[in-house]
T-cell receptor, first 114, second 111 residues
Framework: DGGITQSPKYLFRKEGQNVTLSCEQN?????MYWYRQDPGQGLRLIYY???????QKGDIAEGYSVSREKKESFPLTVTSAQKNPTAFYLC?????????????FGPGTRLTVT | QKEVEQNSGPLSVPEGAIASLNCTYS??????FFWYRQYSGKSPELIMS????GDKEDGRFTAQLNKASQYVSLLIRDSQPSDSATYLC???????????FGQGTTLQVKP
């Protein structure tokens, strides 16, 4: 059964701690994306990766870091430098060549930092 | 700054009516257009893709694209209470596959 998984579903952290959000896909998609959604807002792009071992900053990359060591995995680290980390984090993937940039989303991780 | 604009709503329609959702975009080079449905507390689900001018129908959904006027719309026929959700318009204009999202329109279908 193909899809995108994100874990955990809910995450609670204290201010000053780094936290890593997991994103795995078994769709054989080349490209993967991380978005952030705040209440009543659209999605804002944090980082994206089109191939393994390569990634680019999106519109709001400050305070975040990523890695892409495997095609299936694209973890996001929210560092203590991110000023307002509490948000709904969404991972997406796409087969750029075959699906013309249609992106499919995982279920999301809701992060709360206090 | 490339932008995608939607009326945030809420758009309220009675059950069985046609719901019309609109989206405008600023980048004339945009090539791919998408509509996502997002239920409260859930992740977005892709419901329609459209790439060329005109209409594209899929069941009760019709996407309409007019590149000259830079707008894309989504029509939902025979609206059901289960269609109540936020609808996000997304536009891609580069070879990176990056999507720019509008803020979404909240649709309420009243029984």
């Amino acid at each position: 059964d193909g899809g995108i998984t994100q874990s955990p579903k809910y995450l609670f952290r204290k201010e000053g701690q780094n936290v890593t959000l997991s994103c795995e896909q078994n769709l054989n998609h080349d490209a993967m994306y991380w978005y952030r959604q705040d209440p009543g807002q659209g999605l804002r792009l944090i980082y994206y990766s089109q191939i393994v071992n390569d990634f680019q900053k999106g519109d709001i990359a400050e305070g975040y870091s990523v890695s892409r060591e495997k095609k299936e995995s694209f973890p996001l680290t929210v560092t203590s430098a991110q000023k307002n980390p509490t948000a709904f984090y969404l991972c997406a993937s796409s087969d750029r060549l075959r699906l013309r940039y249609e992106q499919y989303f995982g279920p999301g991780t809701r992060l709360t930092v206090t | 700054q490339k932008e995608v604009e939607q009326n945030s709503g809420p758009l309220s329609v009675p059950e069985g009516a046609i719901a019309s959702l609109n989206c405008t975009y600023s980048d004339r080079g945009s090539q791919s257009f998408f509509w996502y449905r997002q239920y409260s507390g859930k992740s977005p689900e892709l419901i329609m893709s459209i790439y060329s001018n005109g209409d594209k129908e899929d069941g009760r959904f019709t996407a309409q694209l007019n590149k000259a006027s830079q707008y894309v719309s989504l029509l939902i026929r025979d609206s059901q209470p289960s269609d109540s959700a936020t609808y996000l318009c997304a536009v891609s204009s580069s070879n990176t596959g990056k999507l720019i999202f509008g803020q979404g329109t909240t649709l309420q279908v009243k029984p």
